[in-house]
């Protein structure tokens, strides 16, 4: 049973900072492609960060520089740094996995295993 818990989520002024939480099943820490997506309202969902296996990071253009994903085996947990933050990145953010080491891109509809989300408003 794959499991993914995401926390952090919150609101902060323009220019501040929020870290994600995304408590995962070992299993799937452990053998699965890892991912933070958002969604806006009256938006499609949209790939902010990938993570591999192996630690490899892949980012959205919008948020490179300023968001950082980032694994902690002794807790299976996914973290998403969010660092300089702005009104547009007000969204639902969800924390997605799937079989197998590496990430196949921001294509949502191939991860099978979604968080419940947690809300960012930045003002």
Not at 4 to 11: A, D, M, P, R, T
Not at 61 to 69: E, I, L, M, N, P
Not at 93 to 104: D, K, L, S
Request: aromatic letters at 12%; a positive charge; one cysteine or more.
């Amino acid at each position: 049973h794959v499991q993914l818990v995401e926390s952090g989520g919150g609101s902060v002024q323009a220019g501040g900072s929020l870290r994600l939480s995304c408590a995962a099943s070992r299993y799937m820490y452990d053998n699965g492609c890892m991912g933070w997506f958002r969604q806006a309202p009256g938006k499609e969902r949209e790939g902010v960060a990938t993570i591999d296996t192996d630690g490899s990071t892949r980012y959205a253009d919008s948020v490179k520089g300023r968001f950082t994903a980032s694994k902690d085996s002794a807790k299976n947990t996914l973290y998403l740094q969010m660092r300089n933050l702005q009104p547009e990145d007000t969204a639902m953010y969800y924390c997605a996995a799937r079989p197998g080491p590496y990430c196949v891109g921001f294509e949502w509809g191939r991860y099978p295993y979604w968080g419940q989300g947690t809300q960012v408003t930045v003002s």
